[in-house]
């Protein structure tokens, strides 16, 4: 049982470029979620989805973009890559709203 | 106020001592409680959720006070695997995420 698995690991990006940060969970969740963590800080929700078709901003979407087609997979896109990015971003899920999340290994992208 | 206050720490602790940290929250209607330990350079995992009861899992214990918006997590006999980073995690005014703590830092030496 994998969890949930994202990749990259690790990546660089030049300002400007883009890129998608995958996010797939084999436990059937309906509730998945993406936050950032910089240094000393906590983390931030960007997004969130309830279902698949479904999605919403959380508390720093801006820069992001994110789309669940289903309800495996849950991508989030950065568009015009810039140094304030730069950050671990960790995707997560869970059955309920109840209940606390799975997260993901987490993705290191620095932006230069 | 922050929605999720936690001493940063360091808490420098050693082998066999008990140690707590606490938690505070802005939101009254938040009904959901965690306790995560995060360790370096590595994703959130749940250690334990809060209920308004109080529990335990073995050497933790967590204590929620709803009147004062406050959570605590106690450690007894720690140990030099406990050293990590414990994240204070409520759930936001619409229910629908979770917001978390910067966390608390805990090591522990021999």
């Known amino acids: 049982n994998a969890g949930v698995t994202q990749t990259p690991k690790f990546r660089i990006l030049k300002i400007g470029q883009s890129m998608t940060l995958q996010c797939t969970q084999d436990?059937?969740?309906?509730?998945m979620y993406w936050y950032r963590q910089d240094p000393g800080m906590g983390l931030k929700l960007i997004y969130y989805?309830?279902?698949?078709?479904?999605?919403d901003k959380g508390e720093v979407p801006n820069g992001y973009n994110v789309s669940r087609s289903t309800t495996e997979d849950f991508p989030l896109r950065l568009e015009l890559a810039a140094p304030s990015q730069t950050s671990v971003y960790f995707c997560?899920?869970?059955?309920?709203?109840?209940?606390?999340?799975?997260f993901g290994s987490g993705t290191r992208l620095t932006v230069v | 106020r922050k929605e999720v206050e936690q001493d940063p720490g360091p808490f420098n602790v050693p082998e066999g001592a008990t140690v707590a940290f606490n938690c505070t929250y802005s939101?009254?209607?938040?009904?959901?409680f965690f306790w995560y330990r995060q360790d370096c350079r590595k994703e959130p995992k749940l250690l334990m959720s809060?209920?308004?009861s109080g529990n335990e899992d073995g050497r933790f214990t967590a204590q929620l006070n709803r009147a004062s918006q406050y959570i605590s997590l106690l450690i007894r006999d720690s140990k030099l695997s406990d050293s990590a980073t414990y994240l204070c995690?409520?759930?936001?005014?619409?229910?629908?995420?979770?917001?978390f703590g910067k966390g608390t830092t805990l090591s522990v030496s021999s």
């Open positions: 939101n009254s209607a938040s009904q959901s």
């Open positions: 995690v409520v759930n936001d005014q619409a229910g629908t995420a979770l917001i």
């Open positions: 997560a899920s869970s059955a309920d709203r109840v209940n606390g999340y799975t």
């Open positions: 809060v209920y308004s």
């Open positions: 989805s309830v279902g698949a078709g479904i999605t």
């Open positions: 436990m059937n969740h309906n509730y």
